[in-house]
């Protein structure tokens, strides 16, 4: 029997053509770009199959190239057909088997049989036919359906559904590919038009065979020859095809877009009245200093002088329907020029926007430790509304070397107008970079304190970049973090979360670039411990000397520190006639030290000796007690000298220590 509501819901497609393959190029970021070409009819679209993994790389990247035609839609079944054919309705896939299965899945539903309509309660199938029980007016009504009778549902849109309903399980027989069919308007006359899209791809493979010149010939040839092995898993022939093989380092990403994403909200809770909470006023701030204003200026003029200029003409691609803008605070409406149907189980991909911008191609370093900076480009929205956020795909220009090649990929963050975004999208190999950084100080004024030296240091950090562009000129963007407390000398473009943007210009010749910051700084030289007491009266006796020489006003350190800070301080700077009085005071104080350390020493040994012959006389007897007696005498006389020579230099050393306190107080 014919059973209309599965086949009348469903329009007939428009006619379609499907392109062959004419180039392919492999990356080794494993991707593939895939160019198709041929003629197409005025009125015909596009159809391309592909496999199912591939939708997303296919929604992100899809390039047409038509001189005439303008693209009005790309749509495609939703990504899991039965689940979304079959929502809303009251019948599942397993209800398609038979017939019988069919009507008793939609019992209660109002139906019409010949004259009699009713709503379906049951079915079965017999040896003459579908036997229908209706629940009509009059009551129940028994109906033997043969073959050719109708069954037609009384409610028009149910019947379109499962008329779609039976269109997804015939696609899903093919679960794994896609078709996309492609809508193009405004063409009157047949034209060669392309289609181009990058997707993955496994790698190519390399692999060399170097045959080496006999040994012992000296100079000599050696013979390199390179193989790859390539893989086709586009899911179409590739018949006849031009083949690239690309080595390099592009940006790429995958993006879900074939897959439906729900946003969690937030949940908004009922809200009473807010406590009022009130900052007491403090007054009026003064207007920032005129150097950080002076500062801020010279930025924004540097900034406005490095402004791009405009940008060429955009390939020649399809053109696309162009949505309507409505922008107000906070808010932007793209609407769509004309009228759009989406059934149920499809998705459709439709163009909002086609515009210029002005754009300059650069070199962008984002690590001063890379090797190679990125190749990027700089749009500036020209739009006069805000460009939202999203991943792009970048083809080379209409002429040169890079002609129609894809690029890389780069995302996009949500630009204002004229605001300017850096978007990079591959590595330049061919520019080199290194760098190296080193730290210097220059001491600025000095304040003398009691046993308190501080002197203000300008410190300052430098990095080197060394560039070789190997010929090439155009513009460099560099981006370097932020230092804190320290002020940068050179000038910035711009502040973001990137740190501090700085741009150069290159000719072609190898150069190197500085950037330094400055921050002040203060360095402490205690010139003795208070620990050990007023050096005064400090008394050498009972003094480790040795371990404590550090401790005293002229000990090894302070001196020989403020010495170098002395010889680096400017003729004028604030604070360098006293640091110099300081320093002369401390060499005498350390010459005199030196002189009682001496001293100190030889009357340590006159003790030790004198000790020894105390000790020989207790130990001796008869002549030899008188002979220790005498030497006794002697070494008396000597550690006495020579205590007396201690505490002379000693008194010396702390009337230097006195002056020292003196050049301090």
């Keep these: 029997m014919r059973i209309l509501l599965l086949l009348t819901a469903l329009a007939l497609p428009a006619a379609a053509a499907e392109l062959p393959v004419r180039r392919v190029t492999l990356s080794n970021a494993g991707l593939m770009q895939i160019e198709c070409e041929g003629e197409l009819a005025a009125d015909a679209g596009l159809e391309l199959r592909a496999p199912l993994e591939a939708v997303d790389d296919l929604l992100k990247s899809m390039l047409l190239r038509d ?14 057909l039965a689940a979304e054919a079959f929502r809303g309705l ?4 397993a209800d398609f088997e038979s017939r019988a299965s069919l009507m008793r899945a939609l019992r209660g539903q109002v139906v019409t049989a010949g004259d009699v309509t009713g709503r379906l309660l049951d079915a079965e199938e017999g040896e003459a036919g579908l036997r229908v029980t209706l629940l009509t007016e009059a009551g129940l009504r028994l109906l033997l359906l043969r073959e050719g009778e109708q069954l037609r549902l009384a409610d028009p849109a149910l019947a379109g559904q499962l ?29 060669r038009v392309g289609l181009t899209y990058v997707t993955a791809a496994p790698l190519w493979k390399p692999s060399w065979r170097l045959v080496l010149p006999p040994e012992g010939q000296g100079q000599g040839e050696a013979r390199l020859q390179g193989w790859a092995v390539v893989e086709n898993h586009s899911g179409a022939d590739w018949e006849g095809v031009q083949l690239t093989l690309v080595s390099g380092n592009p940006a790429a990403y995958a993006q879900p877009l074939y897959t439906p994403v729900q946003l969690a909200r937030p949940v908004l809770p ?8 009130v900052e007491p006023d403090t007054g009026p701030r003064p207007a920032p200093p005129a150097p950080l204003a002076e500062a801020m200026a010279d930025a924004k003029r540097f900034e406005r002088s490095a402004a791009p200029a405009a940008a060429a003409a955009a390939p020649p691609v399809a053109a696309l329907a ?11 409406a793209f609407a769509l020029p004309g009228p759009v149907t989406i059934r149920g189980g499809e998705t459709a991909n439709l163009p909002f926007l086609d515009t210029r911008l002005p754009a300059e191609r650069l070199w962008w370093v984002q690590d001063l430790a890379a090797r190679h900076p990125l190749d990027a ?17 970048l083809y080379g220009a209409t002429s040169g070397t890079e002609a129609g090649a894809w690029l890389g ?16 999208f591959a590595r330049n190999r061919d520019l080199q970079l290194s760098q190296a950084a080193e730290t210097s100080e220059q001491p600025l004024r000095v304040d003398v304190r009691r046993n308190l030296v501080e002197v203000a240091l300008a410190r300052r950090e430098a990095v080197a970049l060394a560039v070789d562009p190997q010929g090439a000129r155009g513009r460099m963007v560099i981006d370097l973090p932020r230092r804190e407390g320290a002020k940068p000398l050179f000038p910035v473009a711009a502040e973001g979360e990137f740190g501090l943007r700085t741009e150069t210009l290159l000719d072609g010749a190898a150069a190197t670039l500085r950037f330094a910051w400055e921050r002040e700084a203060v360095q402490r030289v205690t010139l003795w411990d208070p620990g050990l007491g ?16 550090r401790r005293l006003p002229g000990g090894p350190g302070s001196l020989e520190t403020l010495q170098a800070l002395l010889q680096r301080l400017p003729a004028d700077a604030p604070g360098r006639e006293r640091l110099a009085g300081l320093v002369a005071a401390l060499a005498e104080a350390r010459r005199l030290l030196e002189r009682a350390r001496g001293a100190i020493r030889g009357a340590v040994v006159a003790e030790a000796a004198l000790d020894r012959a105390r000790a020989a006389v207790e130990d001796r007897s008869g002549p030899a007690k008188e002979e220790a007696r005498r030497q006794l005498n002697a070494a008396s006389l000597a550690a006495g000298r020579a205590g007396a020579t201690a505490d002379a230099a000693w008194e010396a050393w702390q009337r230097a220590a006195q002056a020292v306190r003196a050049q301090t107080g």
Excluded: C, F, Y
């Design 67 to 80: 001189p005439a035609g303008q693209v009005q839609e790309v749509r495609l079944a939703a990504q899991d």
């Design 163 to 191: 008329a779609r309903a039976a269109d997804a399980l015939a696609a899903g027989r093919s679960a794994d590919m896609r078709r996309l069919s492609i809508r193009i308007i405004g063409a009157t006359a047949p034209r």
């Design 322 to 332: 162009e949505a309507a803008v409505e922008a107000s605070p906070g808010r932007i």
């Design 90 to 93: 009251p019948l599942r896939p």
């Design 534 to 549: 007023d050096p005064e009266v400090l008394p050498w006796r009972g003094l480790d000397l040795e371990q404590g020489l």
């Design 377 to 393: 480009v700089r749009l500036t929205n020209a739009s006069g509304h805000v460009l939202p956020d999203g991943l792009a795909a």
């Design 270 to 277: 009922v809200r009473g009245a807010a406590p009022v909470t």
């Design 409 to 424: 990929d780069a995302e996009l963050r949500a630009v204002a107008p004229g605001e300017q975004r850096l978007l990079a």
